[in-house]
């Protein structure tokens, strides 16, 4: 078992490199799109070391084989059940996690050749908002400290001028500067996300990673978050990489939406190509769970059987056959590519031409 | 909790020595709640009464559950009424705190004591045995009797709710073992593997022998399901059952409690924030603020004419289809929910709504009756102000409308055809 799982991570490595020389064809004939790009993620992957030290080492696949562009000023979604590697993807871009193989291109540079001083002068420009808003603030910091130590530490502003740029950038994210000798706990759940959002967007960023940022949150203060991100893109134009499991959401703020299964992207495409024309057949169960607020509403649910299945030993062949009505014998030997089959939609599923 | 507000910044810190006069004066409150709970051997005429219609299952009345806190009083639920009717679904909508959890746990007198406990009110619930309790009176002793083998419960986190040291099959048997102590084991056993089928888990004995952590998020919630129904109850209380799992996990879930419903033919109870699961689910729905009801009425009344701004707030915020495709902001309602310690005596919604007029500030509104069980708490609604005609809240054209413009999503199945393709073959 051991051997063949490391032959396999072998083989998978050597895959990933013939991979890349193949991406890098096509990248030369997409050079002039390249440039809009902010992010370019190649054949990214992060593998987990799972099991006991010394005995047969397993990798947790957490993310497998993942490539997608993000333009500049724009918001990608990721969707996909919890534990496919949605927040996984957001830390490894942001190299909070080193990656087990691929490549992460941010405006132009490979994150993952950087030296240690070189990542930290990057880093203000590549910013996260967690999930949680609880646990993600310091309860012994005051607001204002939370968000102002960053912006010292890389020196965004003067000294001098650092608390009036506090009062600045929390005034932007709706929290009143009265607040700025505050902690954590003495605000509600909305407000919270506020402070998170506020303590990302002091740095001047370029790229935000939003992880789940209002799953967290009721559905009135939920509509507040989303519309503030909206408003800050609109004026600082940043770009944002959006996880969530709330499709809705996801639908109404991205422009282009990926659709992970297991560790693997199955789908990515244009919001609205995604959305009117499903592709692969886990988007479509996916698409088709999401509940409508609507009592009329007769939804055609395509109930998808099981669980998802382990990372550690995921299935052969498509990962997603396990799960799939219209799995063939074919889907369990190889891997479906990733094709792109109308302009701005990529799949990877057997239902369609594999050429 | 939110302590920006205007009138509760006075109050906001208290002295330690008004903090001790509270907690002394609470703690002889909770003294007499607990001591008439506690009594052994009462007389059942004491919590005996009438069920007003006999077609329900049960019907809460004017219920008031409040925690005495060293910091006040929290009203958590302050006056509920509704009924549920056999074999139907009710839905219990609102945001975190305002007590629609609570109010599910006075029902089953699960309520953290001695801080918690129920003041007022009447929770008439007729057993199987054709007797009518007031469950808000009934000593605990008595209660046992009820809770879990009448009334069964499924908890939000079926991670939490699940013993992590015993197996699957040793928690499934508990209830029966107690409620049927005739049964031998072996019958207990054939019968948890029965519920454990009936839920939908394939290898039943192996599962049987299981722990919970060796379960996923869905498997548990769905033991957790066959452990609320093994015992045949008449109403199922499902606090947000799939607010932890997965949209297609969710689904399935779903598809399982209607399922399962029929065939034990009992009510349900549904207590969500999620308004696309009550949607497809309730057939009636109650709509909670800060411990009170706004609005409740029949599924199709609140989905497609609410009445109430904060009802109306609430679908306006959710991201819909036409949001989408014109790109148009989400409407967000403004403000707060009030701290449940310090209530106002106007209209608990009126600082957040921008309907809101004179009276809104001076009192709070009685229920305002429209057609069949639909009502309303709003002053809008009142004759007497038909004069200053008031603008009323209304939903989006699209979402109130019933017509063919209403857009719906079609979600094609399996192969989807390529415009490329149509042409091939088209041209």
Known sequence: MSNNQVAETLLNNTETLSGVEINKDNLDSNLNNAKDYLVQVKNLKKYFPAGLKGTTRQYVKAVDDISFNIAKGTTMGLVGESGCGKTTVGRTMLRLYSMTSGEVYFDGQNINKLSRSALRKLRPRMQMIFQDPYSSLSPRMPVGEIIGEAVREHKIVPNAELSEYVAKVMNDCGLPYQYARRYPHEFSGGQRQRICIARAVALKPDFIVCDEPVSALDVSIQAQIINLLQDLQNEFGYTYLFISHDLSVVEYISDTIGVMYLGSMVEFGDKKKIFAKPMHPYTQALLSAVPVPDPDFEMQR?????????????????????????????????C???????????????????D | MAKDNKNTKNTQYLTIKEEREIAKSNRKIMKQFERTKNRKNVDESEFTTQMHDPRNVIEIDNLHTYFYTDVGTTKAVNGVSFKIPEGKIVGVVGESGCGKSVTSLSVMQLVQGPVGQIVDGSIRYTTSEGKCY???????????????????????????????????????????????PKMSKEEVKARSIEMLEMVGIADQKKIYNNYPHELSGGMRQRVMIAMALICNPRLIIADEPTTALDVTIQAQILELLLEVKNKINGSIMLITHDLGVIAGMADYVVVMYAGKIVEAGDIHDIFKNPKHPYTVGLMRSLPSLSHVATGSRLYSIPGQVPSPVNLPDNCYFCNRCEYSFDI???QYPPDY????????????????????????????RNMADDSESKMVRKIPQGRVVLESETDRFGG
């Open chain 2, 369 to 396: 009756y429209f057609e069949d069980n639909h009502r309303a708490a709003c002053f809008l609604y009142d004759e007497k102000y038909k004069d200053l005609d008031l603008v009323k809240p209304e939903l989006p």
């Open chain 2, 360 to 362: 809104c500030m001076e």
């Open chain 1, 336 to 354: 479906p590519k990733f094709i792109e089959y109308e302009s701005q939609h990529e799949v990877a599923c057997f239902l369609y031409p594999q």
């Open chain 2, 134 to 180: 007031d469950i808000a009176k009934m000593p605990r002793d008595e209660m046992r009797r009820i809770r879990g083998k009448e009334i069964a419960m499924i908890f939000q986190e079926p991670m939490t709710s699940l013993n992590p040291v015993f197996k699957i099959g040793e928690q499934l048997d508990e209830a029966l073992a107690i409620f049927e």
């Open chain 1, 302 to 334: 395509v109930i998808l059987e099981g669980d998802i299945p382990s990372p550690v030993n995921p299935p052969s062949g498509c990962k997603f056959r396990t799960r799939c009505q219209y799995a063939t014998e074919g889907c369990a030997k190889s």
